[in-house]
């Protein structure tokens, strides 16, 4: 498990310099200047490549606590200097959180799917759970019941199953010369 220990009185002289009026304000969405962070809590600004999720959860739910009138916050970041080349994207910046200068040409519809099933017995009500692969087809487990050892089927939970959201964007680069259109699938994970 991954602990990030966050200086709230840093991101307190942040929020009161430069954001008080969106605090004030009923937006739902607040946007940090990476230069922004960087200057005041470099440390902050350097982890965001490796625990993006984590930082932004955390940093919405201290804003939700700040705000008056108790407002669910999505913060977005801006003016990131660290860009890459969408060619340059391969498997070490999986699950990473990077930045490229260009548009945003295409998004399928967001597409759910389950990674964690839920199974109950049928004869004895006990739980398995089981993990899905991304490419792997949901099929009821053929091996009998661990606890009462029939096989009389299992029923799908699917209030304890677990899903994400999965969608695909076409991007295309920022630049006059080029005419590839690279595809990334960004997965995005459900928070509550």
């Known amino acids: 498990m991954i602990m990030i220990d966050i200086d709230y009185d840093r991101i307190?002289?942040?929020?009161?310099?430069?954001?008080?009026?969106?605090?004030?304000?009923?937006?739902?969405?607040?946007?940090?200047?990476?230069?922004?962070?960087?200057?005041?809590?470099?440390e902050l600004a350097e982890e965001l490549e490796d625990n993006y999720i984590l930082i932004i959860k955390s940093l919405e739910r201290y804003m939700k606590k700040l705000r008056i009138q108790n407002i669910k916050t999505k913060i977005r970041?801006?003016?990131?200097?660290?860009?890459?080349?969408?060619?340059?994207?391969?498997?070490?910046?999986n699950n990473k959180w990077i930045s490229f200068?260009?548009?945003v040409k295409k998004r399928s519809t967001v597409f759910n799917k389950i990674t964690h099933v839920h199974w109950s017995c049928k004869n004895c009500g006990v739980d398995y759970i089981y993990l899905l692969d991304?490419?792997?087809?949901?099929?009821?487990?053929?091996?009998?019941?661990?606890?009462?050892?029939?096989?009389?089927?299992?029923?799908?939970?699917r209030e304890d199953s677990?899903?994400?959201?999965?969608?695909?964007?076409?991007?295309?680069?920022?630049?006059?010369?080029?005419?590839?259109?690279?595809?990334?699938?960004?997965?995005?994970?459900l928070h509550c």
């Open 12 to 42: 307190d002289k942040i929020l009161n310099k430069y954001y008080k009026k969106e605090l004030l304000s009923n937006k739902e969405e607040i946007i940090l200047n990476y230069e922004i962070l960087e200057n005041y809590y470099p």
């Open 77 to 93: 970041i801006n003016n990131v200097r660290k860009q890459i080349k969408l060619d340059e994207i391969h498997q070490r910046y």
């Open 101 to 103: 200068k260009g548009i």
């Open 134 to 157: 991304d490419n792997e087809k949901l099929n009821m487990p053929k091996e009998n019941c661990r606890n009462c050892g029939r096989n009389r089927g299992y029923e799908l939970n």
């Open 162 to 189: 677990e899903y994400k959201d999965k969608q695909l964007f076409i991007l295309e680069e920022d630049q006059n010369n080029t005419e590839t259109v690279f595809r990334l699938v960004l997965f995005v994970f």
